[in-house]
Each structure stands twice: as C-alpha cells, then as structure tokens.
C-alpha cells in the first residue's frame, strides 16, 4: 500500500529568514492525520538564509538528524560538539536524558538548505550522543546507500531504534530497488528532482508512506535526491 504525502500538502512557514515545509505536524502546524509514519515522526524541510539560524534550545528523548542539500550549517551543543555539516555529511544527535544546540547557517552569503529528521528512539532516557559522518557524492551516486541504521553497518550513523534510512542521488533514468522484510514499512521522501514509482509520478518535496510491500522501486524521471527510510 502506497499513500502519497504531496509537496502542497505540507505545512509551510516563510518567517524571511526561515521557509520551512513541515511533512508531519510540528511546532504551530498541526494535522491529526499526519502525525508521522510508524517511528519517523518529523521530516522538515528547512532553507536558512545567509547568517541566520537557530538560537540555543532544547531537546530530549529523539534521534535527531540532519541532511545538508546544498550550503553548509553550522552546529554547536551542551555537550561540547561543535562542527560544520555539508552535503554528504549526516549528524545524528541522541537527545536522550536531554540537550541543548544550535544552528545556523554557516555562510554570510549563502543559504543553506537541509532536512531535520527526527526518530523516536526504542526507549527513553539515554545518555545523550553525537556523532557526524560523509557519504561522498560517488558513494550515492545511483543506488541507495546506507546513512543511518541500528547498528552502524556499512559506515552509517548510529541510530537508537530498529530503523534503516538510505540516501540516493540518482541520474534520469536510474531505476533502484529495496526489498522490505515482512512486517516492515518505509517512507520514500523526494529531497529534490522527481521520481516515479510504478504509475504515481512523484516531484521534489513529496513523501511516499509504504506498507505491505516486499519489492520497492523507484525511477528518476530528472536528476532527483531520494531518501528511503525502512521502518519497524
């Protein structure tokens, strides 16, 4: 089963310095029907302008993660981390027991776009953790790799819950596959280009929940950035 979330649907802010477009309820946007899928409870699509960001604030108990497009964010912490994430670069940051950060944009002459993911973990209260790591270009280029899972396979970022999330940056007319395991779900979110799955032509900024599908594939229609996230 297949259940599009388009683009249009979605929450949207323009605060000047900030657009967001939120694929799930957050913050002043509230949708009883999309309240996330399965464990993947936000996807935002964040573009900051030059010089701006995030001030100081809290989290805890969330797997937050964060996948740079284009620009470059800058990101600091109450546990003494401080870093610059690009393209190719995935953070993960276990809020756990609870943790303080910000962000901005790390250029005064650039935007920066990225998404904000955040996981509920398998339990609560885990010590807080950071940790930052590339999946160069050529790595996604034209299959799905893995960026994120349980157990840090293949180079991923460890993630406190039973999921799988994999990146793609895909040529027109690359066709990839990934096979879900019974009683697994996914959620396919088109970072930017466009894509088809079967018949349902899917654009930038879409969201595709899947349930009850052993085989997954997807077409670039144009030069398109996928995410994939297998879910329990």
């Known amino acids: 089963m297949l259940r599009l979330r388009a683009a249009s649907e979605r929450g949207h802010f323009d605060f000047g310095w900030l657009d967001t477009h939120h694929t799930f309820s957050f913050g002043d946007y509230y949708d009883a029907e999309h309240m996330g899928h399965r464990v993947l409870r936000v996807l935002n699509d964040d573009r900051v302008a030059p010089g701006r960001g995030f001030g100081t604030h809290p989290h805890r108990d ?28 995935v953070q993960r940051m ?38 930052q790591k590339s999946a160069a270009d050529f790595e996604r280029r034209d299959r799905l790799r893995l960026v994120a899972s349980r157990d840090g396979r293949e180079g991923s970022v460890i993630v406190h819950q039973n999921v799988s999330i994999f990146a793609g940056v895909l040529a027109e007319g690359c066709a990839v596959s990934h096979a879900f395991e019974s009683g ?49």
């Not at 800058?74 to 393209?87: A, F, L, Q, T």
């Not at 027991?97 to 904000?116: A, C, M, P, W, Y």
């Open 62 to 89: 969330m797997e937050i993660l964060t996948y740079v497009l284009e620009g470059a964010l800058e990101h600091k912490d109450s546990m003494g981390n401080g870093s610059v994430i690009r393209p190719g670069d």
């Open 94 to 131: 276990t809020a756990g027991t609870g943790v303080r950060h910000s962000e901005r944009n790390h250029s005064d002459t650039e935007g920066v776009h990225f998404l904000q993911i955040w996981i509920v973990p398998e339990v609560r209260d885990l010590a807080p953790g950071y940790e």
């Open 184 to 232: 697994r779900h996914g959620y396919l979110f088109v970072a930017r280009g466009s894509a088809s799955v079967g018949s349902l032509a899917l654009r930038e900024g879409d969201g595709l929940a899947i349930s009850d599908e052993k085989e997954f594939a997807l077409t670039a229609n144009a030069p398109c950035e996928v995410l994939l996230f297998d879910l329990p």
